[in-house]
């Protein structure tokens, strides 16, 4: 069966027919047949056979090339279906009369007219994934490229390195655009709102395209109606059984060596079997008009690699057909594509090609109600797997033996990811990190100003503030395509109470305190990059900042506080507590504010926990935490149906002696540790932090609502001030959503644990509210998501318990790694103290 | 029973407007198309009653397939290195003949209305008149000029090609069956084809129906006659890929109707195996021993469609289950031949004789059911045909063989 290496040559017969080669080394010989840019057939030799001698050599040859020829020379003869005879009352309308062509030099006519230069109308869009080797390869065929295209995009989706970004750094020509969501279909979402071409051409970062592609591309869509364009893909090499398999046991990507034209026909014909418009051609070489993605939409973001697996491609050829337009492939647009090597890795796409392609048939169906589709995906499918079973067993045909369970799973688990994702968008509507909302600030008192708007966001969410001062949200919607929301818009939703006369600003005006302001990171330097360039617009007299690094991976968090000259402290002990105690040692200030990475403060941050402070009484103070952005869906949930960060627009005073027990032990409706301060001397008198828990510990988090819980315990009087405000960069992910839930049940479990041991509240009131309250709002809010009634999707209600669940074990696991901890310690985790 | 006849005609493929008349009377079509003259495909298609629409673009799609053929060789002859032109060889037809004095005149008839090519010579034309009962033949071609005439008297087919090697004076030796009428571009053909393969051993052409008036002939076209399709074929070496059974299925080859071999090859191997072919009770099986040889003797088989014959087949129903017959035992007299005579093929041929079998039983069953035009009858006659000719119906023929040597010298 399958034989490797396999040799691939490539001869071009305008230079005459030459001899096949004899390479014993090689177990066969496919030779690809060119007439200079037209490809025009493919063979096969096994080497077993003998070398071939010349007479058979162009008889293979000859019979090989001769339909390709026939449909490129006599396309009137051979593409039509009409009738190439008369009878005596009706002479044939496609006469026979013109002589064949004698010459294969008339094959010249076929070729795409060489045009240098640059083209005018094509942007090419490379989507690539952590694999900047393969990039490289693909990008220098590209330069080679003649013309070349408008643009040449490149889109890093979800990398993992920054190796693609520092690859294309150094290119002329190529534009870098990073999509930080995986997902295929995302990333060419990106691509195409980035291009600006008329056509955009899309290939894969483990090709190799032909010089003349993009003269191929643009010559394809010379006929108007032709909405895509895709090409024959060529195996660039078969050197691994796994390549092998691919390319025949599949068919590869090839579609063949004649041109065709699917519309109407072609769409209509074979609806009623589940239209094939897997033929149309390949993902790794197709180019799209741009108006075809205003009419039909953009890539489903539920398909493609990272998502269901595939199929992203011709679900959206099946949008265009549907919709009326015309595919072309054309073999002259040719790309040489490296397979994948691994037999495990041709298992694993096998897998998520049919679960791309079940995917897409459901989706195909519920879009247009095509009932072919369904009728494919549960009779048709089933049945060839059923005979494939069965062939397999009494001939044993063994590569799709390792295949072919991959397959029926593949098959299975597309159906199950679609009805999971059934409901999820299929694109938004730019592309591009598919915004959401808008979120800005908006300040009443001063003179009217648009909002700009970036592209694509359907609602805008605008902070309304009166002089730094936060009156509250306002949410409007967007009209598509509008670039700024003009001030008079804004003006006319704001209530009226705001917009009257400020509220005198309290007689502790003027009181600043000098802050030291203690940053905890870990291993996210993009982010705390970010935070200290918010930190350089705090406008406060009296101030110093610490970046505390806890248990860094490496030293980049060091060269970017290096960069902003900032007081850099390591903290080798992993846990958040471990290095917000450090910052209090560190501190020198007598008001110590702790803040997170994920976060960009206002300017009137500090100025604002100092008026906080201005009451000598108080000894903590919280803040505002606002959404940075609400780019992604997950951030959108977080925000609007968990309540976000923020704790009103109200500043409070929390006392012991005015709180119920219940309140004191829900913390967390007082205040978050991305934004909170207190002064020093109240840890010399509750202790420090506790450093069993909060994130890099088996608690997972709940160091701050311990703190605030031990700060209320001991009477001391605890401030909410709204006017300290900053912005926290949700989870974008769903997956970080997630993550998120579980952390908060188990954490929250934990704090309780911890709060039955030291006391602080009764024990009755602690256990009344675990069950009744906790307990209850973590069953009921799983009840209404199996029922449907709920506005966060199960699995995350579900995370939410499970982490839950998984405190108890969580607690013991904490106090005893954070007994190891102090154990080990001096000797362990000792540090230098600055560097 | 009604009679079937099908409409034999020729559609020129590069007459600007073909136009396809069905004639009356007919239950169905047989187009030759030809371009320029030389035949490119053959379409066989029944006509439902009260005319069918489906004909015109059934026979476009032939006509496509025609062109396609047409193209391919266009495309062979362009790769091929433009050498200087080679010198043709001499040529020697040879028509064996037994009593058919009819038929042998329509067959001289063809070869005399023959297209010369520039360049060559006319060919030896040999008549080897086999056992003559009377002198019919002998009058009929002292009458055509340029004909030799040979007899011998001993009967069988082998015995007289046999002779015709002996005979003969040119270096190639194309074989006719009385029966055949050539093409008018055969003997053009033939030499392209020999010059274009200079180390082929043989050359064999197709056969297509000199007439279908009668049920029997259409039966017999219908299922697929002498025809091995329009692709050029060129055979060499002992393996071809995809067909376990080669070279034991020597079908594939040709017909021993249309066959032209190098002299130089016959004598090599010994000319023709006198046993098989001798009429009856074992009237088969020579030329796919011969062919069977050639291949196994490294020479390679270049089967060319373009060198055309038009072959009459039976007439009778009962004429052409005998000739079933006779191929069952002429194909397992030659399979008993080679297993004997070729160890390092008994694999090969034991997989063969399980495979024809099956395929016989198959093919009954699918006769039964009506999946298949040949009656039940005839495929009977070739199983049964076969079942005496492997059950030693080849030693009784190198028997019968060896008395008629003894009677005659």
């Known amino acids: ?835 | 029973m009604p009679m079937t006849r099908y409409a034999l005609m020729d559609l020129e493929l590069q007459d600007p407007t073909p136009v396809l008349e069905v004639p009356l009377g007919y239950q169905g079509l047989a187009v030759v198309f030809r371009r320029g003259g030389r035949v490119v495909g053959f379409e066989l298609e029944a006509l439902l009653p009260g005319g069918s629409p489906e004909i015109r673009s059934r026979a476009s799609q032939a006509a496509r397939r025609g062109l396609l053929t047409a193209l391919q060789e266009d495309i062979r002859r362009e790769l091929a290195p433009q050498s200087a032109r080679p010198a043709n060889p001499s040529v020697t037809v040879v028509i064996c003949t037994h009593n058919q004095t009819e038929r042998l005149a329509r067959c001289l008839a063809s070869l005399e209305r023959m297209e010369q090519p520039a360049g060559a010579g006319r060919p030896e034309i040999l008549v080897v008149d086999n056992a003559p009962p009377n002198d019919a033949t002998e009058c009929l071609v002292r009458l055509s000029a340029g004909v030799r005439y040979v007899q011998e008297l001993r009967q069988g087919l082998d015995f007289a090609r046999n002779r015709a090697i002996a005979e003969a004076t040119g270096e190639i030796l194309a074989f006719l069956d009385d029966d055949v009428v050539a093409d008018r571009f055969w003997y053009q053909a033939l030499l392209e084809a020999i010059n274009q393969a200079p180390g082929a051993g043989a050359v064999t052409g197709s056969l297509l129906p000199f007439e279908l008036e009668t049920t029997a002939q259409v039966l017999f076209e219908r299922r697929g006659g002498f025809r091995r399709g329009f692709e050029y074929r060129c055979y060499a070496g002992q393996d071809l890929p995809g067909n376990p059974l080669y070279p034991c299925g020597a079908g594939i080859f040709g017909t021993g109707g249309n066959m032209a071999f190098r002299r130089s090859v016959l004598q090599e191997l010994g000319g023709f195996d006198e046993a098989l072919d001798t009429g009856r009770p074992l009237a088969g099986g020579g030329d796919l021993d011969m062919f069977y040889r050639v291949i196994r003797a490294g020479h390679p088989l270049v089967y060319d469609p373009s060198v055309v014959g038009f072959h009459q087949h039976r007439r009778t129903r009962a004429q052409l289950r005998r000739q079933y017959w006779t191929w069952g035992t002429g194909f397992m007299a030659y399979a008993r031949k080679s297993y004997l005579a070729d160890p390092p093929m008994r694999s090969r041929w034991r997989r063969m004789v399980i495979w024809w079998f099956k395929d016989q039983v198959r093919s009954l069953l699918h006769s039964v059911i009506g999946r298949n035009p040949t009656p039940p009858g005839m495929v009977l006659a070739e199983l049964a045909g076969g079942v005496i000719g492997i059950a030693g119906e080849y030693e009784r023929s190198l028997r019968r063989v060896q008395r008629i040597r003894e009677a005659v010298s």
């Open chain 1, 1 to 835: 069966m399958s034989r490797v290496p396999v040799r691939i040559l490539h001869v071009d017969l305008a230079n005459g027919l030459p001899d096949l080669p004899w390479d014993p080394t090689a177990a066969a010989t496919w030779v690809i047949l060119w007439w200079r840019t037209l490809p025009l057939a493919r063979l096969e030799f096994a080497s077993q056979q003998p070398p071939l001698d010349g007479d058979l050599w162009r008889i293979g040859v000859s019979r090989a090339i001769a339909p390709a020829v026939a449909g490129w020379l006599m396309p009137e003869l051979f593409r039509s279906g009409e009738s190439l005879l008369g009878i005596r009352e009706m002479p044939p309308r496609v006469g026979l009369g013109r002589p064949i062509p004698t010459s294969l030099e008339v094959l010249s006519s076929a070729l795409i007219p060489d045009s240098g230069g640059s083209s005018t109308a094509v942007s090419l869009v490379i989507c690539t994934r952590d694999r900047p080797d393969d990039l490289a390869r693909c990008l220098d065929s590209v330069h080679q490229l003649v013309p070349r295209p408008l643009e040449t995009i490149v889109v890093d989706n979800a990398p993992a390195t920054s190796a693609t970004r520092e690859l294309v750094a150094g290119m002329v020509n190529v534009r870098y655009i990073p999509e930080p969501r995986p997902g295929l279909s995302r990333a060419r979402n990106a691509g195409v709102c980035a291009a600006r071409g008329d056509i955009v051409a899309f290939t894969d970062d483990d090709v190799r395209v032909t010089p003349n592609w993009i003269a191929a591309v643009e010559h394809g869509f010379r006929e108007p109606t032709v909405s895509v364009v895709t090409g024959l893909v060529l195996p660039a090499e078969l050197e691994t059984e796994s390549q092998l398999i691919f390319e025949q046991g599949f068919g590869g990507f090839g579609q063949g060596f004649h041109r065709q034209l699917y519309g109407n026909g072609f769409f209509w014909h074979t609806r009623a079997y589940g239209v094939p418009v897997w033929r149309i051609g390949a993902g790794a070489s197709m180019a799209i008009r741009r108006s075809a993605f205003e009419r039909v939409g953009l890539f489903d973001e539920r398909l493609g690699a990272g998502a269901a697996g595939c199929s992203e491609d011709s679900e959206l050829w099946y949008r265009v057909l549907a919709e009326g337009g015309q595919c072309c492939y054309d073999p002259r647009v040719v790309v040489h594509h490296y397979h994948r090597r691994e037999i495990r890795g041709l298992q694993r796409q096998m897998y998520l090609y049919l679960r791309g392609h079940a995917a897409a048939l459901l989706i195909q169906f519920s879009q247009y109600h095509h009932w072919g589709n369904l009728r494919r995906l549960v009779y048709d499918i089933p049945s060839h797997h059923a005979k494939l079973v069965i062939k397999g067993i009494l001939r044993r045909t063994k590569h799709r033996k390792y295949l072919l369970g991959s397959e029926i799973r593949g098959t299975v688990a597309g159906v199950f990811y679609f009805f999971q994702r059934r409901k999820d968008p299929a694109y938004s509507p730019t592309g591009q990190s598919a915004p959401m909302a808008k979120v800005a600030s908006f300040e009443v008192d001063e003179p009217a100003a648009d909002v700009p708007i970036g592209r694509g966001y359907q609602e805008l969410w605008l902070l309304a503030r009166q002089r730094g001062i936060p009156l509250g949200w306002i949410q409007m919607p967007i009209p598509p395509g509008s670039p700024v929301i003009p001030a008079t818009a804004v003006r006319a939703r704001l209530p009226r109470q705001w917009t009257s006369d400020p509220e005198p600003v309290g007689n502790h005006g003027g009181a600043t305190p000098p802050i030291s302001v203690v940053v905890c990171t870990r291993d996210r330097p993009e982010l705390l990059r970010r935070f200290l360039e918010s930190a350089r617009c705090l406008r406060y007299p009296n101030w110093e900042l610490i970046v505390v690094d806890n248990a860094p991976a490496d030293n980049a968090a060091a060269e970017v506080a290096a960069q902003f000259e900032v007081r850099y402290v390591k903290e080798a002990r992993p846990g958040l507590d471990w290095a917000r105690n450090r910052g209090i040692h560190e501190a020198v200030h007598g008001i110590v504010a702790f803040t997170d990475d994920d976060v960009q403060v206002d300017t009137g941050w500090l100025t604002a926990l100092g008026l906080g402070f201005a009451d000598p009484s108080v000894m903590a103070v919280t803040g505002l935490v606002a959404p940075l952005e609400l780019d992604t869906l997950p951030q959108m949930l977080f925000e609007r149906v968990c309540g976000g960060m923020g704790k009103g627009m109200q500043s409070r005073l929390y006392q012991r002696d005015r709180l119920r027990p219940t309140d004191l032990i829900q913390t967390q409706a007082i205040g978050v540790g991305a934004n909170m301060a207190f002064r020093r001397t109240v840890f010399e008198r509750i202790g420090d932090f506790d450093t069993a828990l909060d994130v890099g510990t088996p608690a997972g988090g709940g160091g701050d609502l311990d703190i605030f819980h031990r700060v209320l315990a001991a009477g001391f009087v605890l401030r909410y001030e709204p006017r300290a405000l900053v912005w926290h960069r949700h989870r974008r992910e769903m997956s970080e959503l997630r993550q998120l839930f579980y952390n908060d049940g188990r954490s929250f479990a934990v704090y309780l644990g911890k709060l039955w041991r030291t006391r602080t509240v009764s024990r009755l009131a602690l256990a009344g509210y675990t069950v009744w309250r906790w307990g209850r709002w973590l069953v009921g809010r799983i009840v209404l998501g199996l029922l449907g009634r709920h506005r966060l999707p199960l699995p995350l209600l579900l995370a939410g318990l499970w982490g839950a669940l998984s405190g108890p074990g969580a607690y013991r696991a904490t106090y005893r790694n954070d007994e190891r901890i102090r154990g080990a310690g001096r000797g362990q985790f000792t540090s230098p103290a600055v560097e």
